[in-house]
């Protein structure tokens, strides 16, 4: 059940390796030829697939690789395996199944099918991943086919979710009905369906050779034939892919000007729509080499931007696309895993070569890349005109977790107004297609269950992200998801006792490990697992996630927090230009200032209000009753009555007479 399809395909002697025998000057580039390499089959259970434009390492090498490691890299077509790492003793294996589902969309079918399957077979919670997808975590192996199964039966997918290919495609998640939005997602559904592997292996093993596709739109189609330009594997059943697949995953985004709900720029391709003159789309800016991922200690791995690689026309894309993709999968390291994303391959060759090499996949030259305006971060929580008379429903859900009673409300409005959903980047749920009379009831049910509207939001929470980490990713070094609420809460006490006001915040984004997935280093505060209860700080990405924030302290343990951060929240809001973010402002007075604040922090200069200045209350005996509980909690008694106000507003809202924001 770990085997993935490249890793099957060596046990078929029929089969032959696909090599490359290296790139020829552009006037050459029609006649780029492969040839096919046989596997002994002597050797063919132990033989290693390598991209041959990568040089193999010496056979005398062996190099120590953990089975961790080994199993995700063949997990092309099926789950990640996991253990619960708070257990003592033995260890209790289970798999987390993760779906693929292209600009988040998910349909009133496939969410409740969802719904059922996290009750029967996982740990009776849904995670909304940061690439639009949903993980189901606790599956054992026995109930592995059956949920696979049913997920498969019920419109949703897996295929390509996990493993060395292209993973979910990212796109605005709003269903907003404007041209541009429309022609953003058909896009990246059009990029999956392009990229999506073509064996039959996937429905081989889950559902017994049966298909559950629908048709795919013709260009698609001509786009993954075409092999005018040697992109191609001919003969074989992935002409994209071959047997060797990616060194490693791909990550691809497409969205609209201004809007940057999907981090763009984190991605390995990120895809813009551009408008002509008489606002129809009418071609694309085209990213690349963005990644978050990278290794303590090891400077030489890094998060990368992407940045401009060209403009083409709108009927261009899939090729430009296709040949973006097989520049990597024939130049991408493969001799060392830690390298073999393609923001590595472009920091070596530089984007001029990288640029000369594609247009030989894609037969033609890029043109310059348009001017775009200032990007925004979109979050779409609140309720929102969709443009054809229904409204959508933006959700905040802390941490993606949809969990008890949250969990039980959602089931009940999907379920009852048969909605459609969507989940964005950012670990949110958006439900679609809502009736302006079910607008009240609808507020009803999920502001009882804690899906507050926005303005009952705290700010801080609103943009915050965490990957799962403890107890179940195995590379988790410490907490994230279950670390992250009382982590803002101190930041929140932070700000009120350094004078900051409640509707300012800052982009915190925490992860158990440097690999990235909750994209911390875009992040204005970024908190990277760096050991037990303990993080290193990244300071500096900007609040649009347009600039990448720079390590600024390691080994930070948990409890010395207000340490490091009280002194910079402090001088923010003392030495700040006019709406200064805090990471423009860390950025523009450098880590050296930054870290002369700390040493020399005493503690912020505070001035005194008598007891009786609390104008909440008509006596002196409620005021000192309050400042009791507030001094056990090491608040003031104003903190604490804000904090009881905000609380009793937020359980008891049913939004009669209001609307979100």
């Not at 999956?192 to 698609?220: C, H, I, K, N």
């Not at 303990?534 to 948990?558: H, P």
Request: proline share 5%; hydrophobic share 35%; charged share 25%.
């Amino acid at each position: 059940m770990t085997t993935s399809f490249a890793a099957a395909a060596l046990r078929d002697p029929k089969l032959q390796i696909p090599t490359y025998h290296g790139l020829r000057s552009s006037s050459a580039a029609s006649s780029l030829s492969r040839n096919a390499l046989s596997v002994p089959s002597s050797t063919r259970s132990s033989s290693l697939i390598r991209a041959v434009s990568t040089p193999a390492k010496s056979e005398t090498v062996t190099e120590k690789r953990s089975k961790v490691e080994i199993f995700k890299e063949n997990s092309n077509f099926i789950s990640y395996q996991q253990y619960n790492r708070d257990e003592r003793g033995s260890r209790t294996y289970s798999f987390m199944i993760r779906t693929k589902n292209p600009c988040g969309k998910v349909s009133n079918q496939l969410y409740l099918t969802m719904d059922d399957l996290a009750d029967q077979f996982g740990i009776g919670t849904l995670r909304l991943t940061t690439r639009q997808t949903f993980q189901l975590h606790g599956v054992v192996k026995k109930d592995l086919k059956t949920v696979m199964g049913s997920i498969i039966r019920n419109m949703g997918s897996s295929l390509g979710a996990c493993g060395d290919l292209n993973r979910n495609v990212l796109a605005p998640a709003a269903p907003i009905v404007r041209n541009d939005y429309l022609f953003a997602q058909e896009t990246a559904e059009n990029i999956a369906a392009l990229l999506t592997p073509q064996s039959g292996f996937y429905y081989d093993v889950w559902v017994d050779g049966e298909r559950f596709m629908s048709a795919e739109p013709p260009e698609v189609v001509q786009a993954r034939n075409d092999n005018s330009h040697g992109t191609n594997f001919t003969d074989s059943p992935e002409p994209i892919y071959g047997t060797q697949f990616l060194p490693r995953k791909f990550k691809i985004a497409v969205t609209v000007p201004t809007d940057n709900s999907v981090d763009i720029l984190t991605n390995d391709i990120g895809v813009v729509v551009i408008n002509g003159d008489d606002g129809e789309p009418q071609g694309f800016n085209i990213y690349v080499g963005g990644g978050m991922g990278r290794t303590h200690r090891m400077e030489n791995t890094f998060p990368r931007l992407a940045e401009p690689l060209g403009y083409v026309p709108k009927e261009d894309i899939l090729y430009a696309v296709k040949a973006i993709v097989v520049t990597q999968r024939e130049n991408g390291r493969r001799d060392d895993r830690r390298y073999s994303r393609m923001k590595y391959l472009i920091d070596s060759w530089g984007i001029d070569k990288f640029r000369n090499v594609v247009e030989q996949y894609y037969g033609k030259k890029f043109e310059p890349f348009r001017s775009l305006p200032e990007w925004e971060f979109k979050s779409y929580l609140g309720w929102h005109q969709q443009g054809d008379g229904g409204l959508f429903c933006g959700l905040h859900v802390d941490n993606g977790r949809i969990a008890g009673k949250m969990k039980m409300a959602l089931r009940e409005v999907i379920e009852k107004y048969h909605l459609n959903v969507r989940l964005t980047p950012n670990q949110n749920i958006i439900l679609t297609d809502i009736r302006a009379a079910w607008k009240r009831p609808i507020t009803t049910i999920l502001s009882q269950a804690g899906l507050l509207q926005p303005r009952y939001v705290d700010p801080l929470n609103i943009t915050a992200m965490a990957c799962p980490a403890f107890p179940l990713c195995p590379l988790a070094i410490t907490e994230a998801e279950r670390g992250i609420p009382s982590i803002l809460k101190r930041i929140r006490d932070m700000f009120e006792k350094v004078g900051l006001k409640y509707n300012e915040s800052v982009v915190v984004r925490i992860t158990g490990c440097p690999n990235g997935c909750a994209r911390p280093y875009m992040a204005e505060l970024g908190l990277v697992g760096d050991g037990p209860n303990s993080y290193q700080v990244w300071l500096g990405g900007s609040s649009n996630q347009t600039s990448i924030a720079r390590s600024f302290m390691d080994k930070v343990k948990l409890q010395d927090l207000e340490k490091v951060l009280e002194p910079l929240f402090y001088h923010w809001k003392q030495k700040r230009q006019s709406k200064e973010s805090f990471g423009d402002f860390t950025v523009r007075l450098g880590f050296e200032k930054l870290k002369e604040f700390i040493d020399k922090w005493e503690g912020p200069v505070v001035t005194t209000m008598t007891r009786h200045n609390l104008k909440l209350f008509t006596n002196k005996e409620t005021y000192e009753a309050l400042d009791g509980l507030a001094k056990l909690q090491n608040k003031n008694a104003h903190q604490l009555a804000i904090e009881v106000i905000r609380n009793y507003i937020a359980s008891n809202q049913n939004g009669k007479g209001e609307t979100f924001n």
